[in-house]
């Protein structure tokens, strides 16, 4: 028996028709009145028929929707080949050299968006006039988690680099901040201002790659200057670091059941550390005139991948997100929200950069602890 026929159809292309009663003709004066049975007969031949019409009509729109969905186990935007970030002391000497030249690169391309700067001067500015907003807000996160990718873009763009961003983890240096390998003169980024008083606390820098480097942006406003750091004393920094990213207290952060509390936890405490005690340039809304900012921050992102991981949700495999939109706001934040990049690139919704694998990103970490 074919389809049609199990379904009640007729075999054809038309539609199947109804059978009139008995007695009832095309000529209403010779027709005899159908009796009320014949006339529920009638009715529920078409209740029938309009039901099954719906039906298919529903499983057909259904369907077509559904081809253009994409599918919850394999996302149509999930990247197939993931970059790993790397530790900074995982890389060899050519690794890092590679990755050093590059940032140097970008301090010295000039900007298309005002002269008398750099790219790198353009990254300073984005943050400074519009990444502070996200600040003790829900945004911070995916935010600063696009900030970084932007700038790992620019290094591959304009100064061809073919390596991948790196992060330090600080929680390896928690014993003493300051001895860290990201500093050395040589295969790091140098160490603490020893020059010229220069902003906010700190001297020149005048060992290492970025020796007299010059930013352009300083606290918002266009105030050149010399990179500026003043590591604080000894004692403190040995200090401050126990108190926040040695491995035990970054474990308890981990712990956090809800987004927003886990952010503020990990902003207020871990993230603020290394601008408190590097001082400088480091320590105000212009920090990325450090390029250790981006390596820092690379290990803020990782830390929020790895609470990502750990707290899987139901309807929700990325941990949530909450809290206040902005800065000083009440409006509560909601993964569609946008993040503003003013111009300097396309603005993303929170929900893009969720997931580092979406596509729009595409990498992950090299560790889990």
Sequence with gaps: MDESAKCGFLSGDRLPTISASPGLTDDPEDANPPSKAAVRKQDRLWWIFLSITAGVFFLSVVAFILSFSPSSSVPSRLCKNPTVRREWRTLDRSEKLAYIEAARCLTESPSTRRSETTIHDDFVFLHSRIGNYSHNAAPFLPWHRYFIHLYEQALH???????????????????????????D???GFGGSGSGAESVANGRCVLDGPFAGAQAAYYEGNYHPHCLSRGFLADEVIRRVGRLTVQPAI??????????????????????????YIVQGDFSKVTAPNDPVFFLHHGQVDRVWWIWQQRHHRDGNPLGGYDGISRNNSTVSAHITDMLDFDGFASDVSVDDVMDTQTGILCYQYDELL
């Design 157 to 183: 763009k304009h100064c061809n680099y073919s390596g991948v961003l790196p992060y330090w983890n600080w929680s390896l240096d928690w014993e003493d901040l300051s001895k860290s390998p990201v500093w």
């Design 185 to 187: 003169n040589e295969t």
């Design 250 to 275: 970054l474990n308890r952060v981990f712990e956090e059941q809800d987004y927003y509390d886990f952010l503020l936890k990990v902003e207020q405490a871990s993230h603020l550390t290394i601008p």
